[in-house]
Each structure stands twice: as C-alpha cells, then as structure tokens.
C-alpha cells in the first residue's frame, strides 16, 4: 500500500509543471512572501489612498503650518500646511509610475535587441554590441542634463526618456549572452534543419527559453529605476512642484531635517520598505526559477 502511494505521489510529481514547481519554491520562500505582500499593500496605499483622503496634496493651510505627526495627519504636515501622507501617495504613484514605465521599455528594448545580437552572432553582434559599449560609457547624469537643455524643461516624460535610454543596456547584454548559449542547442540546429525562418526561431523557441532571466531582471531593475528617479528629483533635475515623488519628497526633508525631523522620515520610510521588498521578491523569483534549483 505503501509502495503504490510513493508511485503515485512519484508521478504527480512528474506531472507538475515547471511554472508549478516554480509558484512552490517561490511560496516556500518566506522573504519573498513577505516582499510581495508589502509591496503590493504599498502599491494599492498608493492608487487608492488619495481617492478615499479628504485630504489634497496641493491645498495649502499656511495657518496650521508645519505640525508633528498627529491622529488627524499621521505623518505630520509640512510648511505650507499640506498633509505629508497625502503627498507621500501621491508621489508614489510618480515614482513607482515612471518605474513601471522605464522597465517596461527597457524589457521591451533590450531583450529584442540582445536576442537578436546573440542569435545572429559574428560581425551583426560585434557591431551592435559596440554600440552597447558606446552608450554605456555615457555619465548617466549628463545624459540628464543634456536632455533638460535640448527640451528646456523638467517633466515626467523626460525622466522616463532619460532612464528608458540606459536601463536596456544591461538587459541587451544578459539576454545577448542566454541567445548565445541556446543558438547552439541541438533543439535550435534542428529547427534550422527543418527550414523554419530566423523570426520564427526566435519567437517560438529563443525567447520562450528567456522568460525567466527577463522576469527575475525585470524585478530588479523596478527598485533601480525607482532610485535612479529618486536620485533625479533630489538633484533638482526630476518631478516638479507641486508635483512631488519620494525623491523630491526626501529632498524637501533633507532641507529641515534639524527643524522638522518628520518630513525625512516619511518619505524615506515608503522609499526603503518599497526598495526591499521588491528585492527580496526578485531574490525570489531568481530562486525560484533556477532549473538547477532541486524540490524539497
């Protein structure tokens, strides 16, 4: 009886799916559960949070002025007035947006464009490949700058420009060299073999093999992106006011830390809890979808 219960369980097992098998390693990780449920607790404070407040974000109380975190503000307010809480989820939105946003473009970018290298291979990737290398060794904050010269203004649209035009390039050069490896698998000489066109490869058997090296980075580049625009806006070269994101947020809190000590700690609480969830939920996922990873 027991014999036929182990084959059974056996071959349940070896009927499980590998996304399967993944969803469980990644549920088994506790670090990652708890990156993800923050995450996701953070994200929805941020899209509904302003909805369901009386307050504004952008109406001013110059009576009640900068006051202490309270029952009625629970982060406190700032000079003008304004509740920092509601300024805190509204700059959420901004930043985790343009996040969002940048990684969706870099993804999109960098893995057509490093598949392709990877798999054509010989002159195609060296010359796109040195393109790489070109762009790569451009200062990132002079990039910034010369793009707020050439518009002659500082918006949303061109921190999302600035951060889309360099957060590919890592993502070209992973996913170049996984196309490499698979273009010499015995799979990929056969589907050669039987005619099938360079496109049809690519999209049905290259990037299929590369979903989780593009999630696992996708992931992790979210939290980068989210520092860099933060690193942006403390500069003076991202979101302006009355717009706010965290890090214009944490530049203003940075200003009076010694007067008004709780309009730093906000900020910069929401900004780190974000950042370290979305790490150990891209630990996770890098865990979990290891093919050399073994079942427990």
């Known amino acids: 009886m027991n014999k036929e219960r182990r084959e059974k369980q056996t071959l349940q097992c070896a009927g499980q799916s590998l996304e399967r098998k993944a969803w469980k390693r990644l549920c088994r990780n506790s670090m990652a559960r708890i990156g993800g449920v923050l995450f996701l607790l953070i994200l929805l404070a941020c899209l509904i949070g302003p909805f369901i407040s009386d307050q504004d974000y952008a109406t001013q109380d110059l009576i009640r002025g900068a006051n202490p975190p309270s029952l009625e503000n629970w982060l406190g307010t700032d000079e003008l007035g304004r509740d920092l809480l509601e300024r805190v989820l509204t700059g959420g939105r901004i930043s985790i947006g343009v996040a969002f946003a940048a990684t969706l473009v870099a993804l999109l970018i960098g893995v057509s464009y490093g598949a392709i290298a990877g798999y054509c291979g010989k002159q195609i990737d060296v010359m796109m490949m040195r393109f790489v290398?070109?762009?790569?060794?451009?200062?990132?904050?002079?990039?910034?700058?010369?793009?707020?010269?050439?518009?002659?203004?500082?918006?949303?649209?061109?921190?999302?420009?600035?951060?889309?035009?360099?957060?590919?390039?890592?993502?070209?050069?992973?996913?170049?060299?996984?196309?490499?490896?698979?273009?010499?698998?015995?799979?990929?000489?056969?589907?050669?073999?039987?005619?099938?066109?360079?496109?049809?490869?690519?999209?049905?058997?290259?990037?299929?093999?590369?979903?989780?090296?593009?999630?696992?980075?996708?992931?992790?580049?979210?939290?980068?992106?989210?520092?860099?625009?933060?690193?942006?806006?403390?500069?003076?070269?991202?979101?302006?006011?009355?717009?706010?994101?965290?890090?214009?947020?944490?530049?203003?809190?940075?200003?009076?830390?010694?007067?008004?000590?709780?309009?730093?700690?906000?900020?910069?609480?929401?900004?780190?809890?974000?950042?370290?969830?979305?790490?150990?939920?891209?630990?996770?996922?890098?865990?979990?979808?290891?093919?050399?990873?073994?079942?427990?």
């Open 133 to 296: 290398d070109v762009v790569y060794a451009l200062p990132f904050t002079m990039l910034v700058v010369v793009l707020t010269v050439t518009f002659d203004q500082k918006s949303i649209f061109l921190i999302f420009l600035a951060i889309g035009a360099v957060e590919w390039l890592t993502m070209a050069r992973i996913v170049r060299g996984q196309a490499r490896n698979l273009r010499t698998l015995s799979y990929i000489e056969a589907a050669r073999a039987t005619g099938l066109s360079h496109w049809r490869i690519l999209r049905y058997h290259i990037l299929p093999n590369l979903l989780g090296v593009v999630i696992v980075y996708g992931t992790l580049t979210i939290p980068a992106v989210i520092m860099l625009e933060s690193i942006l806006s403390f500069l003076g070269l991202g979101v302006q006011p009355p717009a706010s994101s965290w890090g214009t947020l944490i530049n203003e809190g940075a200003d009076k830390l010694d007067i008004y000590p709780w309009l730093l700690i906000g900020p910069v609480m929401f900004f780190s809890l974000t950042i370290f969830a979305l790490n150990f939920l891209g630990d996770g996922l890098r865990d979990a979808l290891d093919p050399r990873e073994k079942d427990l």
